[in-house]
């Protein structure tokens, strides 16, 4: 970002109108790393999640493009329905999300062809994202939760929320199990956010919940891919309630 807009100024470019787009607080990273970069940027947008429906007719028209694009090319591909499903509901129905889910869907499919796009690439292109694409910002965003010692109310967020995409917790139930203030660093940094209509909280970028799962599960590929095909779910392993006090160090029978 720096390094564009001082090329820019140098090159005496006017009127110049760009758009950067993200789902966690990248924005604020940057801003506390380089302040003068924030006049730069003169309005912010928080983009609502899409309904299931549009998310669908959404993918079902991108995936069309890519089969029409293959039988250009002599080549014959079909969709699994099922991955449709799923990256409507494991995106949460964010324009973000779902751009950077299909993309690596299509991509896995493209490295590894066997004509069909399926759960298989779904679940490869997950952990492409969480490990390797977004692998290091998720670390940091970790690090940043544990350093504020915030991680543990984030672990109990996802708890609570159980297994389904999108993850959702009613807010009186979150208030019940995370104090405030916790519940407020969370939404100040755009790791969860409010649903007024449905009166609840939803986790922003369900990558970020995956990877926190994954890594109690020990990348276990096989019972990801399982879940996600057959139910449509991740949930916690099934350790993860004595996991929660290992990491909290908080006492099971005050907790």
Not at 142 to 158: G, Q
Request: charged share 30%.
């Amino acid at each position: 970002m720096r390094t564009l807009c001082t090329e820019v100024q140098m090159q005496g470019i006017k009127n110049l109108r760009f758009v950067l787009s993200g789902v966690s607080p990248f924005y604020q990273d940057m801003a506390e790393t380089d302040r003068g970069v924030t006049r730069f940027i003169y309005k912010k947008i928080h983009l609502k999640p899409l309904r299931p429906d549009p998310t669908i007719e959404l993918l079902d028209g991108k995936f069309k493009i890519v089969v029409a694009s293959s039988e250009n090319e002599g080549e014959s591909l079909n969709i699994d329905p099922d991955v449709i499903n799923r990256i409507a509901s494991i995106s949460g129905g964010h324009p973000h999300l779902i751009q950077l889910l299909g993309s690596h869907v299509v991509e896995n499919e493209y490295y590894d062809a066997d004509g069909c796009i399926d759960t298989k690439d779904l679940v490869h292109s997950l952990k492409t994202i969480c490990y390797e694409s977004r692998g290091r910002d998720y670390e940091l965003l970790i690090n940043t939760m544990k350093n504020e010692s915030r991680f543990d109310d984030y672990y109990t967020f996802i708890q609570i929320a159980g297994g389904q995409f999108p993850s959702r917790v009613d807010r009186s139930l979150a208030i019940e199990h995370i104090d405030n203030e916790a519940i407020d660093w969370l939404l100040s940094r755009d790791i969860i956010s409010i649903d007024d209509e449905e009166d609840c909280y939803s986790v922003v970028d369900e990558f970020l919940r995956i990877r926190v799962i994954l890594d109690l599960q020990g990348q276990a590929i096989d019972e990801v891919e399982s879940e996600i095909m057959i139910n449509g779910e991740l949930s916690m392993p099934g350790d993860s309630y004595d996991l929660l006090y290992q990491n909290t160090g908080r006492d099971e029978e005050n907790y």
